[in-house]
């Protein structure tokens, strides 16, 4: 299932249902539906519930399913309750019993539940990845070392970014990523800075003027 926030898990759990309205049991899914023998009504029951579990748990965020595995239990009980009524069911008790994220997903999870923003987690990233080409480069021991303490560095400069009283920052017209303004690329996705407004106005037409611009890209009055 893919969270809200773009994390995918797995789960698996229990769910005890009755019969509380035979009478419209039997018209919804033995008549309407033709489920005649116990295996096709079992099989449609299961089928049911677990498309509607995976709609529900969509909405939720990876916190709250692996960290609050009883609260988001009791939400989806009672959303689902709603769904099987129209067949005269009723859930008895519905239990998440375990939450199965991938283990990249888990690094990431950790983080973010301490704090660390997403801009903080894309510069511990790059930072990880270049020491990773450093270290299959034949730069030899400093090489590497210098590779893992940009790390802290990458993590340092996003906190900066992101804290730094009044700090000068622009908005990436690919991603929209929060950088720096003096940025000449995005260091979310690459995108080139270079279109970045300079913050101030043409005085003759009122165009945005792009950083390093020399004169109006609209009507070539000179700034």
């Known amino acids: 299932v893919m969270l809200k926030d773009m994390v995918p898990v797995g789960s698996f759990g229990t769910t005890f249902l009755q019969i509380?309205?035979?009478?419209?049991?039997?018209?919804?899914?033995?008549?309407?539906?033709?489920?005649?023998?116990?295996?096709?009504?079992?099989?449609?029951?299961?089928?049911?519930?677990?498309?509607?579990?995976?709609?529900?748990?969509?909405?939720?965020?990876?916190?709250?399913?692996y960290r609050q595995t009883e609260e988001t239990s009791t939400k989806i009980r009672a959303q689902l309750r709603t769904n099987l009524d129209r067949f005269g069911l009723e859930i008895v008790d519905m239990r998440i019993e375990g939450v199965t994220i991938p283990d990249d997903y888990k690094n990431k999870l950790f983080y973010l539940q301490r704090g660390v923003t997403a801009e903080q987690l894309v510069g511990k990233e790059v930072a990880e990845k270049f020491a990773e080409a450093i270290r299959d480069?034949?730069?030899?021991?400093?090489?590497?070392?210098?590779?893992?303490?940009?790390?802290?560095?990458?993590?340092?400069?996003?906190?900066?970014?992101?804290?730094?009283?009044?700090?000068?920052?622009?908005?990436?017209?690919?991603?929209?990523?929060?950088?720096?303004?003096?940025?000449?690329?995005?260091?979310?996705?690459?995108?080139?800075?270079?279109?970045?407004?300079?913050?101030?106005?043409?005085?003759?037409?009122?165009?945005?003027?792009?950083?390093?611009s020399k004169f109006c890209p609209n009507c070539g009055e000179k700034i």
């Open 137 to 212: 480069t034949k730069g030899g021991g400093a090489a590497l070392g210098a590779g893992f303490m940009a790390i802290p560095y990458a993590l340092q400069g996003a906190t900066q970014m992101m804290t730094a009283p009044g700090a000068a920052l622009v908005q990436c017209s690919k991603c929209s990523m929060q950088v720096p303004r003096s940025s000449r690329f995005c260091p979310n996705c690459g995108n080139s800075m270079g279109t970045v407004s300079a913050g101030i106005k043409c005085s003759k037409c009122g165009t945005e003027i792009p950083a390093g």
């Open 20 to 65: 509380g309205d035979t009478k419209l049991f039997v018209i919804e899914v033995v008549g309407n539906l033709s489920r005649f023998t116990g295996e096709e009504v079992k099989t449609f029951i299961e089928s049911f519930i677990i498309e509607k579990f995976i709609d529900t748990l969509a909405d939720y965020t990876s916190f709250e399913v």
